[in-house]
């Protein structure tokens, strides 16, 4: 569609003002898309990152603020339901903090941990 397409009656009068932006007027042009395909894809990316285990909440309770029973039962988790988790985990994790009462949830206060993740170089990030 071009402009001379959508003249109406009404805007006989305006012919010189319509001329001129015809001529000012670029066509449209397709560009070709700079953009970096060597980035990394992380098909978790905009997955929910947070995973229930089931816990009775005594033992959850009892463990959460003690770093070594949370990470052997975690552990323990990791070993039994590998489909859970991360590939990632197998480099290891860090117990990260714990966050304050849910607000959903009452009583409820989450763990959270962070995996540890190394470059091609072993370097850790």
């Known amino acids: 569609m071009s402009l001379r397409d959508t003249d109406k009656p009404e805007d006989r009068g305006l012919e010189p003002v319509l001329a001129v932006q015809r001529e000012l007027m670029t066509p449209l042009t397709i ?9 990394d894809f992380d098909p978790f990316a905009n997955k929910s990152k947070q995973i229930c285990v089931s816990i009775e909440q005594e033992e959850y ?12 039962y975690l552990d323990g988790m990791i070993a039994q339901y590998p489909e859970l988790f991360p590939v990632m985990i197998q480099q290891g994790y860090i117990l990260h903090d714990i966050l304050p009462e849910s607000e ?3 009583g409820i206060r989450l763990r959270r941990i962070k995996v540890k993740t190394k470059d091609g170089n072993g370097q850790g990030g």
């Open 61 to 72: 309770n009892r463990i959460l603020g003690d770093a070594k029973a949370f990470r052997m």
């Open 31 to 39: 560009h070709e898309r700079r953009c970096s395909q060597e980035k």
């Open 104 to 106: 959903k949830m009452s």
